[in-house]
């Protein structure tokens, strides 16, 4: 991702409340800014960080990166895993950076919905204004029994941040 203001990334982390033990996890496919906020923010809270790396080349620019912080684990993913459960943990909060082809996107929700915990939110990062993708992305969620989705479209330059929300007592596919 490119381009991501550092100051609106850490007015966005105010939506995580300021509890322990909470769990984050982000889907990447390059180093960028994102994971930097991440690890330091969870860091100071002392929060668990799960980056998922979703090339070779990510991981291993990662691996080297984040080698000496405890906090934050680090695996290689490819989208393409039949089943995402990682360690029997829930999730309270997925970030997602990477491009995800339309194609796989619904059971790429399909599957992280199985890792969020209950009432725990996803948040997808988009182009800037592409109303297509959006709408695409919104129709997906609803299918997938997320709930709650909004758009946060004036506080990056170049994204645009979806937020929705796997409800608690909802079903599971």
């Known amino acids: 991702m490119k381009n ?29 800014v994102l994971s930097d906020i ?12 799960q980056l998922l790396c979703c090339n070779s080349s990510s991981f291993e ?19 393409q895993r039949p089943r995402y459960v990682i360690q029997g943990r829930d999730y309270e909060f997925v970030f997602v950076s990477i491009a995800i082809a339309k194609e796989e996107r619904s059971d790429f929700l399909k599957k992280t919905y199985e890792l969020i915990k209950h009432a725990g939110n996803i948040l997808i990062f988009l182009p800037k204004n592409d109303h297509t993708q959006r709408y695409d992305w919104l129709a997906l969620l609803e299918e997938q029994l997320y709930v709650a989705t909004s758009t946060i479209d004036d506080m990056f330059e170049d994204y645009d941040v979806l937020i929705s929300r796997r409800m608690h007592g909802w079903g599971s596919k």
Do not use: V
Not at 4 to 32: G, M, T, V, W, Y
Not at 38 to 49: D, F, G, I, N, V
Not at 61 to 69: F, G, I, R
């Open 38 to 49: 991440l690890a330091s923010y969870t860091q100071e809270k002392t929060y668990e960080y």
């Open 61 to 79: 620019a990662n691996k080297s990166k984040y080698a000496e912080q405890s906090h934050i684990s680090l695996l290689k993913f490819p989208l």
């Open 4 to 32: 991501l203001e550092k100051n609106s990334l850490i007015q966005l982390l105010d939506i995580i409340p300021d509890k322990p033990a909470q769990r984050l996890l982000h889907f990447c496919d390059e180093n960028d």
